[in-house]
T-cell receptor, first 113, second 108 residues
Framework: DTAVSQTPKYLVTQMGNDKSIKCEQNLGHDTMYWYKQDSKKFLKIMFSYNNKELIINETVPNRFSPKSPDKAHLNLHINSLELGDSAVYFC????????????FGEGSRLTVL | QQPVQSPQAVILREGEDAVINCSSSKALYSVHWYRQKHGEAPVFLMILLKGGEQKGHDKISASFNEKKQQSSLYLTASQLSYSGTYFCGSSNDYKLSFGAGTTVTVRA
């Protein structure tokens, strides 16, 4: 039973399109995150939700909109995709915001052509 | 602000040792270490919460010098399975910020 699961694993799309990535965790954690990992492997935090409430928004363009319908789910919608959005997006969860072990999903590799 | 890691990369032969350093210009309240194998998600190794704390995981251990705002990860008698990218993370303001990573390659 996967602790943090993301779908889809791979997305290939054209510039200007809109895409969504879904994430679900069955660990009972209160906090969920989106991280972006670029081609140089740099892992950068984008958003964090604690019990469905947005607590971190790291100067991410407005084209990125996270949504947390409940504390077990965190989705990421991206509008008007650009070449620079190509990356691996990781969802993660932890029991307490910013501390404790982070459990990562397998990642969603987005390629914008 | 993310912590700074060094070196960027290290190549080892099986059985050799290595040290990865992590430092921060801001106060470090805790240090987290993760390893990511190629094509996989980062996996938690350990957290150090107090200055002077040392922890071990298999033959991988770490220390935390709170005053110097530094942590070091020690790979002892490296195995092929130690290959991957190691990230340190600093916890601040409800978020975990990662360093740029250190790529470790262990060769037979």
């Amino acid at each position: 039973d996967t602790a943090v699961s993301q779908t889809p694993k791979y997305l290939v799309t054209q510039m200007g399109n809109d895409k969504s990535i879904k994430c679900e965790q069955n660990l009972g954690h209160d906090t969920m995150y989106w991280y972006k990992q670029d081609s140089k492997k740099f892992l950068k935090i984008m958003f964090s939700y604690n019990n469905k409430e947005l607590i971190i928004n790291e100067t991410v363009p407005n084209r990125f909109s996270p949504k947390s319908p409940d504390k077990a789910h965190l989705n990421l919608h991206i509008n008007s995709l650009e070449l620079g959005d190509s990356a691996v997006y990781f969802c993660a969860s932890s029991q307490v915001a910013g501390t404790g072990e982070l459990f990562f999903g397998e990642g969603s590799r987005l390629t914008v052509l | 602000q993310q912590p700074v890691q060094s070196p960027q990369a290290v190549i080892l032969r099986e059985g050799e040792d290595a040290v990865i350093n992590c430092s921060s210009s801001k106060a470090l309240y805790s240090v987290h270490w993760y390893r990511q194998k190629h094509g996989e998600a980062p996996v938690f190794l350990m957290i150090l919460l107090k200055g002077g704390e040392q922890k071990g995981h298999d033959k991988i251990s770490a220390s935390f010098n709170e005053k110097k705002q530094q942590s070091s990860l020690y790979l002892t008698a490296s195995q092929l399975s130690y290959s991957g990218t190691y990230f340190c993370g600093s916890s601040n303001d409800y978020k975990l910020s990662f360093g740029a990573g250190t790529t470790v390659t262990v060769r037979a």
